[in-house]
């Protein structure tokens, strides 16, 4: 491989060749946890640049995914702190019930947008990434019990926006 400035490193190739296999990956992780093509692909680009920076200590890891997700992670969770702002309003939003009888993929992407940046982390983790809760807590630097404080307070959010709606039109 040569870039403008001539041929690559092989430390250089290594990690392009890691980004070529792991971007679609990624890519889907990051967009569950920000909702958010944009916001995801500008996620991923910046943790990719942070492995970049040390990617010749990196390059000797085990699992360079883990790392990768870790990084999405911690890197999700800092933006969101971040940007996190809260305004109070005199009226609660109204919400329009779902049409169709069945959720659809739509629908649950929603719905997982709806939860809390923590929450959102370990539903995607656990369903999507297959990850167990010890797994989930070390990826999110926290204990197993707030996984499973923060998994059961997310399966209720998610049973009560997805299926009561569903539950209440068929009656």
């Given at each position: 491989?040569?870039?403008?400035?001539?041929?690559?490193?092989?430390?250089?190739?290594?990690?392009?060749?890691?980004?070529?296999?792991?971007?679609?990956?990624?890519?889907r992780?990051?967009?569950?946890l920000?909702?958010?093509?944009?916001?995801?692909?500008?996620?991923?680009?910046?943790?990719?640049?942070?492995?970049?920076?040390?990617?010749?200590?990196?390059?000797?890891?085990?699992d360079l995914?883990?790392?990768?997700?870790?990084?999405?992670?911690?890197?999700?969770?800092?933006?969101?702190?971040?940007?996190r702002?809260?305004?109070?309003?005199?009226?609660?939003p109204?919400?329009?019930?779902?049409q169709?009888?069945?959720?659809?993929?739509?629908?649950?992407?929603?719905?997982?947008?709806?939860?809390?940046?923590r929450q959102?982390?370990?539903?995607?983790?656990?369903?999507?990434?297959?990850?167990?809760?010890?797994?989930?807590?070390?990826?999110?630097?926290?204990?197993?019990?707030?996984?499973k404080s923060?998994?059961?307070?997310?399966?209720?959010?998610?049973?009560q926006?997805?299926?009561?709606?569903?539950?209440?039109?068929?009656?």
């Amino acid at each position: 491989m040569t870039n403008r400035a001539g041929p690559l490193s092989a430390a250089d190739t290594s990690f392009v060749a890691f980004v070529e296999s792991a971007w679609q990956r990624h890519l889907r992780l990051a967009m569950l946890l920000t909702g958010d093509r944009w916001r995801a692909e500008e996620l991923l680009q910046d943790s990719l640049v942070r492995m970049y920076e040390r990617w010749r200590r990196l390059s000797r890891h085990d699992d360079l995914n883990a790392y990768l997700r870790r990084v999405v992670i911690n890197g999700h969770t800092s933006a969101w702190r971040r940007w996190r702002r809260e305004s109070l309003v005199a009226d609660v939003p109204e919400r329009a019930a779902p049409q169709g009888p069945e959720p659809d993929d739509g629908e649950l992407r929603r719905a997982l947008r709806a939860l809390p940046p923590r929450q959102r982390a370990v539903v995607v983790l656990r369903h999507y990434e297959d990850l167990s809760e010890r797994q989930i807590a070390e990826a999110l630097g926290c204990s197993v019990g707030t996984v499973k404080s923060q998994y059961s307070r997310a399966l209720a959010k998610l049973r009560q926006t997805v299926r009561e709606p569903i539950l209440e039109r068929n009656r």
